[in-house]
């Protein structure tokens, strides 16, 4: 099998949801029904197509909601992309600080990209907000796992909300 072109990893400050790429990634709970934050913002400018597909995940395969540090696809609804991959950060406090669940989301997210064929990704900060975890190390696990694991993917795109977690995401990039 060919080896695939080492990944590009590009930083934006700005909004997940005006993003035009193939996969736009989700931080989402468990529940997969929706929530505040960057999921919040996902399900109100997505339209309820995204939620009606959460909900079919909930009455299949997914009945007792998404595990920790998973990832699934649905459709994306209105955005300007094919896909959300939903993934569930770990709550830091819950976690102890161990970086693998947190480091899983971000694998098993280029993971399911892979299998839709999708060549652009958008991910935001897994976990840096509503489940605390302290910005510089969650950067720190998402750049160095994106660069660590073998994928298809083109381009992933860091989009970050505000200035701290952007230079947060530039220092790691060096
Ligand atoms: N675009 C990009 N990044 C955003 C946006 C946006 N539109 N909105 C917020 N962020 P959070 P978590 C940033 O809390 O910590 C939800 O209720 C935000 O500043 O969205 O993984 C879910 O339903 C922060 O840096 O996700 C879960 O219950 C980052 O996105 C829970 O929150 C992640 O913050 C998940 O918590």
Known sequence: MRTPAPVTVTL???????????????????????????DGAIHRRGGPEIL???RELRASQYGKGLPTGQAVATTAGKLDARWVIHTVGPIYQVSGNDP??????YRESLRVADELGARTVAFPAISTGV??????????????TVRNTPTAVEEVRFVLFDDRAYEAFVRQLG
């Open 12 to 38: 934006v400050r700005g909004d997940i949801t005006l993003q035009s790429v193939d996969a736009i990634v989700n931080a989402a709970n468990s529940s997969l029904l929706g929530g505040g934050g960057v």
């Open 100 to 105: 693998s669940l947190l480091a899983s989301c």
């Open 131 to 144: 489940y605390r975890w302290p910005m510089d190390d969650a950067a720190r696990i998402a750049v160095e």
């Open 52 to 54: 009606a597909a959460c």
